[in-house]
């Protein structure tokens, strides 16, 4: 009995510690929203990384191996990692400042759709037509979202630029998805994939970002540390998620993130989405979770 209700409380922190880490998702996306594009890219990117630094040494601190953590194997695997991470967060960030923030957010969420694809056309594996289905309908969700040639009764669509950002930064996640689960099978520390990255792309970002830098003001400089601390405090909240109870149980929370973006546009920026908007949104969400759930039944089955 105590077992039973010890696995409950662990499942129950599990679910609140992803509903917190979607929520601080949230906000580092509205904080780079409301930079509105005024800062490079590149200089987010940068200031992103950095801030999260100081908030995930505990991870560190933490590990039984201390500093040994981040011993690695696996150099280039971290450089594979680095690459498709960054244009990730590029796309993401981009889409950010030029989408209204449930849609870009919803259009990240189409990253199972291409891991599904990867997985076919590099990784070997059978596309069956239950998923094939669902990755079909989720491809039609992005295309009523974003409406490339325009709203009904002649209205506009979205930033096309944008939009193509934010699902170009979602390949980037899928890939590098791909790369962390190669370095988890090979025994890489969570610790090490998390803190190298972080150290990584602090570096390439600063390259990149000096060249085109702008003095931020004091407002900037709250946005861009807000950023950087509360994604780290989204990662800290995922990882002790993932630690607290089952994948199975917890992936579909994760989609809880639209609503707290949907909230924030509301609130903040008086986004409200239409009638089409959200049935496309409706269909990117249904799609990923039903992808998910046919994973966990080969899985169950395998």
């Known amino acids: 009995m105590s077992s039973t209700v010890t696995q409950a409380g662990a499942r129950r922190r599990g679910i609140l510690c992803v509903l917190g880490a979607a929520a601080a998702f949230g906000m580092a996306a509205a904080c780079v929203k409301a930079l509105g594009g005024s800062i490079p890219v590149t200089q987010v990117m940068l200031c992103r990384n950095l801030f999260a630094i100081p908030a ?13 953590a981040l011993r690695t194997r696996h150099p280039r695997a971290h450089a594979e990692r680095l690459f498709w991470g960054l244009i990730g967060m590029a796309g993401a960030f981009y889409g950010y400042a030029h989408l209204p ?13 291409f891991l599904t694809l990867i997985a076919v056309l590099f990784m070997g ?12 309908l989720g491809f039609c969700g992005v295309l009523v979202v974003v409406r490339p040639g325009g709203g009904p009764g002649g209205g506009a ?4 630029l944008a939009a193509g950002g934010v699902l170009l930064g979602a390949v980037g996640w899928a890939m590098a998805m791909v790369t962390i689960r190669r370095m988890g099978d090979a025994g890489e520390s969570g610790v090490a994939i998390v803190l190298w990255f972080a150290f990584s792309a602090s570096v390439v970002a600063a390259a990149l970002a ?25 990662q800290v909240l995922m990882t002790a998620a993932y630690r607290s109870g089952e994948a199975t149980l917890l992936a579909p929370f994760e989609y809880s993130g ?17 009638a089409a908007a959200l049935a496309g949104i409706a269909l990117l969400v249904g799609s990923g979770i039903y992808i998910w759930w046919r994973e966990v039944q080969l899985g169950i089955r395998r």
């Open 210 to 234: 000096l060249p085109v830098w702008l003095a931020p003001s004091a407002v900037q400089w709250a946005l861009l540390a807000g950023c950087g601390v509360v994604s780290a405090l989204g």
């Open 101 to 113: 923030l449930a849609t870009a957010t919803a259009l990240g969420f189409t990253m199972p759709l």
């Open 258 to 274: 639209i609503l707290w973006t949907a909230l924030l546009g509301a609130v903040v920026w008086s986004e409200v989405p239409d």
């Open 157 to 160: 669509g979205l930033d096309l």
């Open 125 to 136: 594996e059978r596309l069956r037509w239950r998923r094939g289905l669902a990755v079909a």
């Open 56 to 68: 995930l040494l505990p991870l560190l601190l933490r590990a039984p191996e201390g500093l040994g």
